[in-house]
């Protein structure tokens, strides 16, 4: 299925998008975020400043966000993953199959 894209370029999250993209060496950023998080809507618009979205573009890095505005199950699910109870969070797959994504 195609995935659901935002008019800025924001894939919304798909657990099983990600891991096709791993696959196939496509790095993938993830914004774990919601509407309420003042810090999450701060830090979004330093993500999305012109150099990031040309860095980004330059390295083929499909951007997706997972928005936890209303305390999504599948979205809890992944922030225990990561040892989180709670947003922001950030994770970046490089496009490696084998290699953990990094956690900023």
Request: glycine share 4%.
């Amino acid at each position: 299925s195609k995935p659901q894209v935002s008019s800025d370029g924001w894939e919304a999250y798909n657990p099983e998008r990600v891991m096709q993209l791993q696959k196939e060496g496509i790095p993938v950023f993830i914004d774990f975020t919601a509407r309420w998080c003042l810090t999450c809507q701060t830090n979004h618009a330093v993500i999305t400043t012109a150099e990031v979205e040309k860095n980004f573009k330059k390295h083929g890095v499909v951007k997706m966000k997972a928005d936890w505005t209303k305390k999504d199950p599948m979205i809890t699910k992944e922030l225990k993953k990561y040892g989180r109870n709670s947003v922001p969070l950030y994770i970046l797959y490089l496009g490696e199959d084998d290699k953990e994504p990094l956690v900023l």
